[in-house]
C-alpha cells in the first residue's frame, strides 16, 4: 500500500468493504485481491468522503495547508 501524507489507516480496522474505493472521487483507493490499497500515484485534496463512508472508522484525513494540497493536485 501506498503511504499518504493525506490519508491515514487506524491499523488493521479496515473491513475491505469498498466504500472508499466506490466514494473517492479522485480514484485513490482500489480494491485488489481482497484488500481495499491506496493507489500508487494519488492525489488526495482532504474532502473526507473516504472517512465520511467508512462503516468501520478505519480512515482519518490529516488537516494540511492548502498550498500543499495545490502543489500535489498539479
Given at each position: 500500500m501506498?503511504?499518504?501524507?493525506?490519508?491515514?489507516?487506524?491499523?488493521g480496522a479496515c473491513c475491505n468493504c469498498g466504500a472508499c474505493v466506490r466514494r473517492c472521487a479522485?480514484?485513490?483507493f482500489a480494491a485488489r485481491?481482497?484488500?481495499?490499497a491506496?493507489?500508487?500515484?494519488?492525489?488526495?485534496?482532504?474532502?473526507?468522503d473516504c472517512v465520511k463512508w467508512c462503516p468501520v472508522r478505519?480512515?482519518?484525513v490529516?488537516?494540511?495547508?492548502?498550498?500543499?494540497?495545490?502543489?500535489?493536485?498539479r
Open positions: 501506498t503511504e499518504s501524507p493525506f490519508i491515514i489507516r487506524r491499523g479522485r480514484g485513490n485481491d481482497g484488500e481495499v491506496i493507489v500508487d500515484g494519488y492525489v488526495c485534496t482532504g474532502c473526507g478505519a480512515l482519518s490529516k488537516p494540511v495547508h492548502p498550498a500543499a494540497i495545490r502543489r500535489l493536485a
